[in-house]
């Protein structure tokens, strides 16, 4: 403190504590010390300040603190908070914001663009997004014997003119299916276009000892068995998901819910288990702690509606008769009684073609769905094998094209060709070609229409960019979201092109 100011502080409190000049400095020590603990801190601190602040030509100084009184031989300590640090911070805080903004400006210009607002906008949009990934030959990007797609363009047609309320599409295929990233993204963009009617067949994979898609989750209690259709030395009671999940114990539970980041708004339920089995548990159904009845009973699904829309539910059961011993799942279907697109995604890690021709109430399953479109992705783990034989292939394939035209003689059938991958020694995969060559010759021999996504992407030769480009995994068979993400607009894109044509 300056001299100047420490004496205009003296003066103060001599004048307010009416010090005499008589008195020594001790004295005057003394009955400082004296007042200050007799009066309350707050009510000297606002004084002194009030006083002080006269004394700044910025009437703002921020706080006046007396600090202590000492007793050797200060009088008072009072500390000032200098005006010119706050100043100065704020003064730094606003140069950064100065130099900051143009930047961020500057860099919104090139990320953010206005969504578009008209069809053809939201076209351009998409083939921007597919383009700017070189791997890709676009011109081949088209589907083969468009023909045998009649059904589905029609059905679309009058699913734009409101004609018909919903259009049931079936996407067959392995683990690049069960995970749900290829299905998934082709469902949102078909859904986006033509409407939601619901997000089709949901299954407890994870339950089941398998990988389980994003957007919902399931839990159990009670011990419950899963089984795939893949394993050739066990044996269930399959339908069209290729799984079963099965319990012997009545008190056994089992709960769904619609994760938060994927909201599905589900109206109306479809229970798949075998229905006509007399050793099938009673299921009692609950959602909101309200018991809900079945509205109907077919042969392999039982039907539950719910008045409010619903995102979770749980199912329990009850053992009413000596021979009801167990409960075994084989699904469940979830829609939303919507005007729009119903996407069925079936996929099992590992199937091949023959996986779905050990499934005992498969056919009946896909003749109660009723699809328009059945998408058959299968054929990696065909070609996986050293010793793949291409007319044992041919001969399963149409062994299923039959099965489904039995059960939905009206759809369109569509084989797609896989991606581009290696065998499991990370080694070019020849058998690919042989397969995509076979595929091609059985659709165009059944009736059915054809997209060669393994053309597209390069054949075998190309797998090395893809993964170097993230768009495939480490395992040189699966790929990536990104890469995923890629196939179903580039499906999705074919499509459109039959649709409008």
Request: glycine share 4%; aromatic share 12%; charged share 20%.
């Amino acid at each position: 403190m300056n001299n100047r100011l420490l004496a205009k502080v003296q003066k103060y409190l001599s004048d307010t504590l009416e010090v005499s000049d008589k008195w020594s400095f001790k004295d005057f020590l003394k009955k400082s010390n004296d007042f200050f603990v007799r009066w309350q801190w707050s009510q000297t601190l606002t004084i002194v300040q009030k006083r002080v602040v006269r004394l700044s030509r910025s009437a703002t100084i921020a706080n006046v603190k007396v600090v202590r009184l000492s007793r050797s031989s200060t009088i008072a300590n009072v500390q000032i908070a200098n005006v010119q640090i706050i100043f100065l911070g704020y003064l730094l805080f606003f140069l950064f914001l100065f130099c900051t903004f143009p930047c961020l400006a500057q860099k919104s210009k090139k990320t953010l663009q206005p969504a578009p607002t008209t069809q053809a906008a939201k076209k351009q949009t998409k083939k921007a997004e597919i383009v700017a990934i070189p791997l890709v030959d676009y011109n081949q990007n088209k589907i083969q014997f468009v023909g045998q797609l009649a059904h589905f363009k029609q059905v679309i047609k009058a699913l734009q003119k409101k004609k018909r309320r919903t259009v049931t599409i079936l996407h067959l295929g392995d683990s690049h299916i069960q995970s749900d990233f290829f299905s998934g993204k082709l469902r949102s963009e078909l859904q986006h276009h033509y409407g939601n009617a619901g997000r089709g067949l949901v299954f407890p994979y994870k339950e089941a000892g398998s990988s389980q898609p994003e957007n919902y989750f399931f839990s159990a209690t009670g011990g419950w068995e899963g089984k795939s259709s893949v394993k050739r030395n066990l044996f269930s009671r399959w339908g069209i998901s290729g799984y079963t999940l099965r319990t012997t114990n009545s008190q056994a539970t089992l709960q769904f819910k619609v994760l938060p980041r994927h909201p599905l708004q589900i109206t109306q339920l479809k229970l798949l288990f075998p229905t006509q089995d007399s050793t099938q548990f009673e299921v009692k159904l609950q959602a909101n702690q309200k018991t809900i009845k079945p509205k109907k009973k077919e042969k392999t699904y039982l039907i539950y509606q719910f008045k409010k829309p619903q995102q979770e539910f749980a199912f329990s059961f009850a053992q009413k008769k000596d021979q009801q011993t167990n409960f075994v799942l084989q699904g469940l279907i979830i829609e939303n009684n919507q005007q729009g697109i119903v996407y069925h995604s079936a996929g099992v890690n590992g199937a091949t073609i023959e996986t779905f021709l050990r499934c005992a109430d498969f056919q009946q399953q896909v003749a109660d769905l009723q699809p328009d479109l059945i998408i058959i992705s299968l054929g990696t783990n065909d070609a996986l094998v050293p010793n793949f034989q291409p007319d044992l292939f041919k001969v399963n394939c149409k062994l299923l094209i039959q099965q489904l035209r039995i059960a939905a003689p009206a759809a369109s059938l569509l084989f797609t060709s896989p991606s581009v991958s290696w065998n499991l020694d990370k080694k070019p995969n020849k058998n690919l070609t042989i397969l995509a060559e076979t595929l091609q010759a059985v659709a165009a021999n059944s009736k059915a229409s054809f997209w060669d996504f393994y053309g597209l992407s390069g054949k075998t030769a190309n797998a090395a960019q893809w993964q170097a480009a993230y768009l495939l995994k480490n395992d040189y068979i699966h790929l990536t979201s990104k890469g995923y993400k890629l196939q179903a607009d580039l499906l999705y894109a074919a499509l459109q092109k039959v649709i409008e044509k």
